[in-house]
């Protein structure tokens, strides 16, 4: 791991203003920084304010929602200063995006080898015959049969799993540092998302890209990921190396979800559960936002809202359980 | 249909009296026509669900586990008759439903429910939860409105949601509430059999861990009886005392979840293990067992490979899966598995 990040997030806040009175938090000042080389994953349930922050970054933020604070540093230069034509450079150059659904990513009416050029010509001057064999040589690095053939047809021919390797040629067809995936497998099924999540791992060794990977799964976290940001309110609520996330865990939350997911191994009668629901973002509760579900709650949880402590050199928890120097 | 399935129907049957069974089925086929040319004459068929027999007893819970294009949500519909078999025989709580007319089924519907993966798609957003849940007691049609009102009140508390919910409407509900809204549809006409289609799929994991429990609880307190229909193997192990496992229309493994889970025979039921990423810090659960990842998509239902369906993705193929289709044959007790590595005949 090198020193100078990849990618710098800090205290970003999106929010989305949809009322007068009524503005949703999404994304509530937060902090993290990806390096070269490395995966780490931001996981979270739905409303956890996962798909925002890498919205957020892309700056693929509509109305009415707005980045309101905050800085996304990429190789020293602050995303948010810059124009939208300078911010397309960023895109593609920079950064790759791979996206849950292929399907509305992919144009339907151009064919897949139309696609591809354009991209890597609209990125990089080069001529209409480099890029098209640049095209082709990436659909065979991301493992598709027969690309000649693949070039010229349409997205709606391919099957899902085809679909997602395109997108994977797309992203790391202008050789960017850093790649963001936002569930990029949650659409397929088991067997291909196996081969798709390989797949990123190979292309992310072969180019020494930093992937930043949001999901849901912490499966998919454990055999694919170096590190893990917890989301839950828009906030992250832990944070650490992955295995030590799983084995030392130490936020409520990320505890509820451990015990909720059904065991391959051992056969248990119940599930843990969490209580009750992810609270909407324009409704938090007062003091720490888990405070209405948390077993461990206190009376100044419902109070106030922990900052996020760091425990040791890289294991951070937003919990006032660990208030004091980190004894529990 | 060739000899061996009969007798090793004859098997699975034996070990069970009728009293023990509530669902049969028997060789059940659906084919779905291919149609194509200006006339639209059909050129080909598409085997969704080809030659499938097995049985459920009373308070059992079968999970089906399969990837999309497997036939198990077809198969699903096709029990409850949404769909009309193609051939077969369907056999419920000892009564042959196969041919029945839509009309005379209905009453047997009030025995056989289904709960869909989509909580968003599957609730009129029109009507309160009353009404909701209330609906299929005036289309049985047979109960006073005080004895309605009763009903839905109590099929509301056992699933776990409010009476003050009962005059909302559906939107103002997550997907969790959601899904117990239809639990509380399917429930409260008092089924036997329920078929959960992908119930849980679509929520968080942590509201799916509380509608999993729900129909635990359920199933103990109403001895119900599910067909449980997933693509997730975690969740189809937890809540399954057996397990099919469904491969281009048919199984290709069936049997008791630990038995399947601890010694899975079928390279594809291995295969499917071994690609779930799953916790594993003690590395207890990768010691001893080779990730086996397949290649290659799940090809066409429309044009199935010959012999084998499988065999275009197996790592074990050989000359015999291109000719001879392999039937079920028992390796274990009630551990049936379709592959002609386990064949010594």
């Given amino acids: 791991m090198s020193s100078e990040p990849v990618l710098d997030v800090q205290k970003l806040k999106t929010y989305f203003y949809l009322d007068q009175n009524l503005v949703a938090k999404a994304v509530d000042d937060v902090s993290f920084s990806v390096y070269p080389g490395e995966t780490v994953a931001i996981v979270g349930e739905s409303g956890s304010g996962k798909s925002i922050t890498a919205l957020s970054i892309m700056q ?15 190789r020293e230069k602050n995303l948010l200063d810059l124009k939208e034509k300078q911010m397309t450079t960023i895109r593609g150059n920079h950064i790759g995006m791979i996206f849950q659904e292929p399907m509305t990513a992919l144009n339907p009416v151009f064919t897949i080898g139309n696609q591809l050029t354009e991209m890597i010509r609209k990125h990089k001057k080069v001529s209409k015959e480099i890029a098209r064999n640049k095209a082709t040589e990436l659909l065979r690095v991301v493992g598709i049969p027969r690309p000649d053939a693949i070039m010229k047809e349409y997205p709606h021919q391919l099957s899902g799993g085809m679909r997602q390797r395109v997108m994977i040629a797309m992203a790391i067809s202008c050789e960017p540092e850093l790649i963001i995936a936002d569930e990029p497998t949650t659409a397929l099924d088991v067997t291909i998302q196996a081969q798709i999540l390989d797949l990123l791992k190979d292309m992310q060794k072969r180019y020494n890209l930093a992937v930043l990977l949001i999901t849901h799964d912490l499966g998919v976290v454990y055999e694919y990921t170096d590190r893990v940001i917890v989301m839950y309110g828009g906030q992250i609520v832990e944070q650490a190396p992955t295995k030590k ?47 209405t579900r948390c077993p461990a709650v206190m009376e100044k949880c419902r109070q106030i809202n922990p900052p996020l402590l760091q425990l040791d050199a890289d294991h951070f928890v937003r919990c006032h359980l660990y208030e004091d120097g980190g004894d529990e | 249909m060739t000899m061996s399935t009969k007798q090793q129907d004859a098997q699975v049957g034996t070990r069970l009296t009728d009293e023990d069974i509530l669902v049969e089925v028997r060789n059940i086929k659906k084919y779905f026509p291919i149609k194509g040319g200006v006339l639209q004459k059909t050129v080909g068929q598409l085997k969704a669900v080809d030659d499938v027999s097995f049985s459920i007893k009373k308070g059992e819970t079968l999970g089906i586990v399969g990837e999309s294009g497997s036939g198990k949500s077809t198969l699903g519909r096709v029990l ?5 078999p193609t051939d077969g025989q369907l056999i419920f709580d000892n009564k042959d439903i196969t041919t029945l007319r839509q009309r005379l089924i209905r009453p047997i519907r009030e025995d056989m429910q289904m709960v869909f993966q989509d909580p968003f798609a599957s609730l009129n957003s029109k009507m309160s939860v009353e009404q909701l849940i209330e609906e299929p007691l005036l289309v049985q049609g047979n109960l006073a409105k005080k004895d309605r009102k009763q009903k839905v009140l109590a099929v509301l508390q056992k699933v776990g949601l409010r009476k003050d919910d009962l005059q909302k409407y559906p939107h103002e509900f997550s997907g969790g509430q959601r899904q117990r809204i239809s639990i509380a549809r399917a429930l409260v006409l008092n089924p036997k059999f329920v078929i959960c289609d992908e119930p849980v799929s679509a929520l968080d994991v942590s509201i799916q861990a509380q509608v999993l429990n729900l129909m635990k609880d359920l199933q103990e307190d109403l001895g119900l009886t599910y067909l449980f229909i997933a693509h997730d193997l975690s969740v189809v192990k937890h809540i399954s005392d057996r397990v099919a496992v ?72 050989h000359d015999r899966c291109t000719i001879d289709r392999p039937e079920l044959i028992e390796i274990d007790e009630g551990h049936f598995v379709a592959c002609h590595l386990y064949d010594r005949s």
Avoid: W
Wanted: hydrophobic share 35%; net charge positive.
């Fill in chain 2, 246 to 317: 469904m491969y281009l229309g048919r199984f290709a493994e069936i049997a008791p979840k630990r038995s399947l889970y601890d010694n899975p025979l079928h390279p594809y039921t291995q295969a499917l293990l071994s690609s779930i990423p799953v916790i594993d810090l003690s590395g207890e659960q990768a010691r001893g067992k080779e990730k086996i990842k397949l290649s290659g998509d799940l090809p066409s239902p429309a044009s199935p490979p010959s012999g084998c369906t499988f065999r275009t993705r197996c790592p074990k193929a």
């Fill in chain 2, 80 to 84: 409850i008759r949404l769909l009309e």
């Fill in chain 1, 245 to 291: 996330l799983l084995s030392l865990t130490k936020h409520p939350y990320t505890n509820g979800l451990l015990s909720s997911l059904p065991n391959m191994e051992e056969d248990v009668e119940r599930l843990g559960t969490i209580k009750g629901t992810v609270p909407a973002a324009y409704n938090f509760p007062a003091g720490c936002r888990f405070s």
């Fill in chain 1, 60 to 74: 693929l933020i509509n109305k009415p929602g707005r980045i309101v604070e905050g800085s996304i540093r990429v």
